[in-house]
C-alpha cells in the first residue's frame, strides 16, 4: 500500500472517531452539558433565609435569630497577594493562614467561591476590616441570620443546636437545595424538625464568563426574596422549665413535669448542659476535646438518653400489678425483720432493725424492702415483667426528638435467650426496682400518668404546632399509645398509698401547701458510685391556695449520684411544684419576647 493511502487511511479514522465523539456530545449528552454550561454561566450572590423560630407553649421565644455579618474571600480577587492578606487579618480576627491555603486548593477549579474566614464577626472586626478594605483585596462582609439563643442554656438539650453542614452531610442533602456554608439541625429539636425550620434562600443571580468573572457590563439575570422558616410551638412552659433546671442546680440528672391527661411536657431538663450557640462557630478543638471527655457527659440528655434502675420508685408499679392478680389484698400483712435470707445469701431492708408486721400502705409509704420481697415472690417474674412493659417500661414512648433509649425489663424468658438461668434473688432485686432493670426518668414519668388517669399511657408531646407562613399551621394532638385495664379498687388503693408517702413517709419533703402531692421515693444502688436518687408523683391543685386555672401535673425527679430519694430528690419536687401552683411566684405573661401569630 502506498504511502498516500496509509495517510488518507488514518484520516478517515481520525475523522470519524471525531464524528462519533461529536454525535455523542451534542446528541446523547447534549442536554446534560447544556444544563452544565447555563448553570456555569449563572452565578448567585446568596440571600441566607432565617431559620424558623421557637416558642414555648404562651408563644414566649426560646430561639430565634439576629443579625450577624461574617467576613469571606474570594481566592482569585486576592490571587497572588494572599499571603499577604492572609497574614494582615491574623492581626484583626483569629485566623488559621494554613487552613486558609488549604481550603483555596481544595477548590482550586471554583477560585469565585466565597471561602469563610470568620463567622459572626464583633461590631470592633468588621469596623477594623472595612476601615483595611484596599488592603485586603478579595475579602468582604456579609450579613446574614444568626441563631440567637435568649436563655442561654436553658432547654438546650430539648432545642438541639445547628452547625454549618459538613461535606458528608452536604453529600446526601445537596440534592435538597443545600450548599457549603448552610448550616443544619444536629440535635434535639433544630434536628427533628430541620426541614420545617429552614428556610428557603434568596439572592441575585449574574451572568459571568467562563472563568467565573462578572459579566461587564454587568447582567443581573434574577432576584429571589430569601423566605423565612416555619416556626415551631413547643409545649413546654418556660417558667416550670427554668424551674426544673434550678432545682437541678449543679447536680447530674433530669427532672420532668408532664400533663397526665394528655401527654404534654411542660418541662425537661437535664444536667449538666451546654451553650447551644457555641455550635454556630467554630469550636477550638483543646475546649471540644475537653468537653467531649467529661465524664458527667453534658451532651446527653439524661431525661431520655440515659437509663438507671428506679430502685423503689417502681414499687408502685408492683402493687399494680399485685393487686390486679389478686395475689394480695390491701389489707394483708408481712413481717419485716430487717432482712430474709434466701439460697445462702441475705436480702436485706433499708432498715436494719426492721419495720415489724407491716401493711401494704405503709410498706409503700416507709418503702420497706422486706415487705417487697414477699410481694414480689408471690407475684412471681413474668407478671411483674408483663405490669412493668404495660406502664410503657422496656420500650421507646416516642417522644419527637432523637436519641430515646428503650431500657430493659426483664424477664425469665429473656434470660434464656441469653443462656443464663432466672434465680429467686433475681425477683427479689426485680420487686424493688433494682437488678437488670433499666429505665429513663421519661419512662417512669409516664408510668405515674398512667396511675393518675387510671389506665392511659400517653405518647409524650413536645411540639404542638408548625406555623407555616402562608400554609396552613400543622397541628399535633395527643396520642394514646397504649392503655392497661385497672380496677378502680386497685387506682384507688394505689392513690391512696402514694399519698401517705408524701403526707407521713418517705417523701413528706415533696409536700407544700397548695397542692395534694402523690408519689414515690427511690434510692437506687448504683455499682459505679454513689446511689441514684428519685422522686416521681404528681400533684393536684387546691382550691383556695394554688394559682386559679393551675391543673394536676407529673413530676419526676432523678438525680445521679444524688444519694436519698427522700433526702434530695424531693426537696427539688416540692421547688418545682411550687414555681407551678404558688400564687406568689406566679407572675403575668409580659414578657417582650412574646410573640402573637
Request: glycine share 10%; aromatic share 10%; charged share 20%.
Amino acid at each position: 500500500m502506498k504511502r498516500h493511502q496509509v495517510f488518507a487511511y488514518i484520516l478517515s479514522v481520525v475523522f470519524l472517531v471525531l464524528c462519533v465523539r461529536l454525535f455523542f456530545l451534542q446528541v446523547v449528552r447534549g442536554e446534560f452539558y447544556r444544563e452544565r454550561s447555563e448553570h456555569n454561566r449563572i452565578q448567585v450572590l446568596k440571600d441566607f433565609a432565617p431559620r424558623g423560630a421557637i416558642y414555648d407553649r404562651n408563644r414566649e421565644i426560646i430561639v430565634g435569630n439576629r443579625p450577624s455579618f461574617c467576613v469571606y474571600i474570594i481566592p482569585w480577587l486576592a490571587r497572588n497577594k494572599i499571603d499577604g492578606v492572609l497574614n494582615g487579618l491574623c492581626r484583626i480576627i483569629p485566623l488559621n493562614p494554613q487552613e486558609i491555603k488549604a481550603k483555596i486548593e481544595n477548590q482550586r477549579f471554583r477560585p469565585f467561591q466565597p471561602i469563610t474566614l470568620k463567622e459572626d464577626a464583633s461590631p470592633l472586626e468588621m469596623s477594623r476590616i472595612l476601615e483595611c478594605q484596599l488592603d485586603f483585596p478579595g475579602v468582604f462582609v456579609q450579613a446574614r441570620p444568626w441563631r440567637n439563643y435568649p436563655d442561654g442554656r436553658t432547654c438546650a438539650h430539648v432545642l438541639g443546636y445547628i452547625q454549618e453542614i459538613s461535606n458528608d452531610d452536604l453529600e446526601k442533602l445537596k440534592d435538597q437545595g443545600y450548599q457549603q456554608g448552610d448550616f443544619l439541625g444536629q440535635t434535639g429539636i433544630e434536628k427533628a424538625y430541620e426541614k420545617y425550620l429552614k428556610g428557603v434562600d434568596g439572592g441575585t443571580e449574574i451572568e459571568v464568563d467562563v472563568m467565573g468573572r462578572p459579566a461587564q457590563p454587568p447582567h443581573v439575570l434574577a432576584q429571589k426574596e430569601p423566605s423565612q422558616g416555619a416556626d415551631i410551638l413547643l409545649t413546654i412552659d418556660r417558667k416550670v422549665q427554668e424551674a426544673c433546671e434550678k432545682a437541678l442546680g449543679k447536680m447530674a440528672g433530669a427532672i420532668i413535669v408532664m400533663n397526665p391527661e394528655n401527654g404534654d411536657i411542660l418541662g425537661i431538663a437535664s444536667k449538666p448542659d451546654f451553650d447551644p450557640a457555641m455550635f454556630t462557630s467554630t469550636i477550638p478543638s483543646d475546649q471540644w476535646k475537653r468537653m467531649v471527655r467529661n465524664p458527667r457527659n453534658p451532651f446527653a440528655n439524661k431525661a431520655i438518653q440515659s437509663v438507671y434502675p428506679p430502685g423503689s420508685a417502681f414499687k408502685f408499679i408492683v402493687v399494680a400489678a399485685a393487686l390486679e392478680k389478686g395475689v394480695i389484698k390491701p389489707d394483708d400483712v408481712f413481717k419485716c425483720e430487717g432482712k430474709i435470707p434466701v439460697g445462702g445469701r441475705v436480702y436485706r431492708c433499708w432498715k436494719e432493725e426492721g419495720h415489724g408486721w407491716i401493711s401494704l400502705k405503709r410498706a409503700v409509704a416507709e418503702s420497706c424492702d422486706v415487705y417487697f420481697y414477699h410481694l414480689g415472690a408471690k407475684v412471681g417474674p413474668e407478671v411483674l415483667s408483663e405490669y412493668a412493659k404495660s406502664f410503657g417500661l422496656g420500650s421507646a414512648l416516642g417522644i419527637s426528638i432523637a436519641g430515646e433509649k428503650k431500657g430493659l425489663v426483664p424477664s425469665p424468658a429473656w434470660k434464656k435467650k441469653r443462656k443464663e438461668k432466672w434465680f429467686l434473688g433475681d425477683t427479689l432485686n426485680f420487686s424493688i426496682g433494682q437488678g437488670l432493670l433499666l429505665v429513663t426518668p421519661l419512662q417512669m414519668a409516664g408510668a405515674m400518668c398512667v396511675v393518675f388517669n387510671g389506665g392511659k399511657l400517653y405518647q409524650p408531646r413536645l411540639v404542638s404546632q408548625v406555623i407555616r407562613r402562608g400554609e396552613g399551621n400543622m397541628k399535633f394532638k395527643p396520642v394514646l399509645s397504649g392503655s392497661i385495664t385497672l380496677k378502680s379498687t386497685t387506682v384507688s388503693v394505689l392513690q391512696d398509698a402514694l399519698r401517705s408517702v408524701v403526707t407521713s413517709g418517705t417523701g413528706f419533703g415533696a409536700g407544700i401547701p397548695e397542692a395534694d402531692v402523690y408519689g414515690k421515693t427511690g434510692t437506687a444502688q448504683n455499682p459505679f458510685g454513689e446511689d441514684h436518687a428519685w422522686f416521681v408523683g404528681y400533684a393536684k391543685p387546691v382550691e383556695g391556695k394554688a394559682v386559679p386555672g393551675s391543673a394536676p401535673v407529673v413530676i419526676c425527679v432523678f438525680l445521679e449520684n444524688g444519694g436519698s430519694g427522700g433526702q434530695v430528690a424531693c426537696p427539688a419536687a416540692a421547688y418545682v411544684l411550687s414555681s407551678i401552683y404558688r400564687p406568689s411566684l406566679a407572675t403575668p405573661n409580659t414578657s417582650a419576647n412574646t410573640a402573637s401569630f
